[in-house]
Structure formats: structure tokens, C-alpha cells
């Protein structure tokens, strides 16, 4: 079996911030993925990435980057964040387009 | 493109009884469903996936039931108990796409 990993756990930060999370794999799958949560409006995809340097936009990819360095790894930035802004960020791995595996996820609150 | 409707959003059982969440969809060549379990504070959880040539699959204690000509996903958690108690999504992909559409989610609580 495999997992994935997101650092932090829990974020906070200040009006107009850039946040850096991260999301490490070890299934050796191609493609990731991360998502936003909102309450009460399920999943939302912001980047994905079918393999290493590549980087495919969600529907919700303005105010984010994101970084695919190595296979194992994906990195979103919050590139500025909005006051009282409150989500949380889940990251998600597969192989060949087939089901989902998902991180515990990352609490961010700005203040 | 693709659209999915998830209900309902809140379900209350009591221990024992069933527990039925249906998501239906828009896209006639949706390829792939599955359904996923998340607990507070936690990731999503995958509970069962389908492919569009499959009308039901039964896995301890769950059935999923698909319903191509109505475009109808069913998850059935037959005698739910307390352990039960998440939040349920459905997703649906199409052949060609890595994206994949999420439910809403069901805020399912299993009563003792």
C-alpha cells in the first residue's frame, strides 16, 4: 500500500500571503491532483498534473500556482490570500485515470 | 459539461436500517463512478468504483446500483451502523478526461 502525505496539517496566514502547501505520494502514480473544499460546495479541482512537469489548470485555478517537480511531489501556492478566507485543501493521486487516492487534507485560515 | 446532482445532503437512520444516497449525471458517455467516504477532520476514502458496463456491485454491506438510461447512481448501506456516520460523495469521469466530478456530498448519521 501507499500514502500520501500534505504539509502543514493546519495553515494560517495574513491578507495578501503566499502560501505554499505540499503533497508528497509514494504509489508511484502519474497523475495528481488538488482540490479545494468549501463547505456544503464538495470538491472544487484547481490544478492537476498528468506527470512530472506537467501542469493542467482545474476550474478554479485563478489565485493558485502549482509546482509537479518530481513524480512523488505537488506543490499549490496560495499566490495572495483573502481575508477570512477559510478552506480546506486536499491533494489526490491515481494511476491511469482510475480511482483517487486523497491526503488528509489542509486547513487554511487567514486572518 | 458534465453535471451531478447529489441528495440528499443530510440523511438520518437509525442503527440497523438502511441508508440509500443517489447522485444522477448529465453526460451520456460518463465512463467511471465511484463513491467516497470522508470522516471529520479527514481525507476522502474510497469505498467503491464501477465502470459504465456494470448495473450493480455489492462489497460488504454496500451496493451500488447504476442506472444508465435514467443517468441514476445509487449507494445502499444496508443495516447502517453508528461507524457509518461520514460525509458520502459521489464521482463520475468520462472515458477521455483525468477530471472528475464530485457530488455535493450526503451528511449521513447513523442514530444507536
Known amino acids: 500500500g501507499g500514502i500520501i502525505t500534505q504539509t502543514p496539517k493546519f495553515l494560517i496566514g495574513q491578507e495578501g500571503q503566499k502560501l505554499t502547501l505540499k503533497c508528497q505520494q509514494n504509489?508511484?502514480?502519474?497523475?495528481m491532483y488538488w482540490y479545494r473544499q468549501d463547505s456544503g460546495k464538495g470538491l472544487r479541482l484547481i490544478y492537476y498534473?498528468?506527470?512530472?512537469?506537467?501542469?493542467q489548470k482545474g476550474d478554479l485555478s485563478e489565485g493558485y500556482d502549482a509546482s509537479r517537480e518530481k513524480k512523488s511531489s505537488f506543490s499549490l501556492t496560495v499566490t495572495s490570500a483573502q481575508k477570512n478566507e477559510m478552506a480546506v485543501f486536499l491533494c489526490?493521486?491515481?494511476?491511469?485515470?482510475?480511482?483517487?487516492?486523497f491526503g488528509p487534507g489542509t486547513r487554511l485560515t487567514v486572518l | 459539461g458534465e453535471q451531478v446532482e447529489q441528495r440528499p445532503p443530510h440523511l438520518s437512520v437509525r442503527e440497523g436500517d438502511s441508508a440509500i444516497i443517489i447522485c444522477t449525471y448529465t453526460?451520456?458517455?460518463?465512463?467511471?463512478f465511484s463513491w467516497y467516504k470522508q470522516e471529520a477532520g479527514a481525507g476522502l476514502q474510497l469505498l467503491m468504483s464501477?465502470?459504465?458496463?456494470?448495473d450493480r456491485k455489492e462489497e460488504q454491506g454496500l451496493t451500488v446500483l447504476l442506472n444508465k438510461k435514467d443517468k441514476r447512481l445509487s449507494l445502499n448501506l444496508t443495516a447502517a451502523h453508528p461507524g457509518d456516520s461520514a460525509v458520502y460523495f459521489c464521482?463520475?469521469?468520462?472515458?477521455?478526461?483525468?477530471?472528475?466530478?464530485f457530488g455535493k456530498g450526503t451528511h449521513l448519521h447513523v442514530l444507536p
Open positions: 498534473s498528468i506527470t512530472e512537469n506537467d501542469l
Open positions: 453526460d451520456s458517455a460518463t465512463a467511471y
Open positions: 489526490a493521486s491515481s494511476i491511469a485515470r482510475v480511482e483517487q487516492y
Open positions: 464501477v465502470l459504465s458496463n456494470v
Open positions: 504509489f508511484n502514480h502519474d497523475t
Open positions: 464521482a463520475v469521469r468520462d472515458t477521455n478526461a483525468y477530471k472528475v466530478i
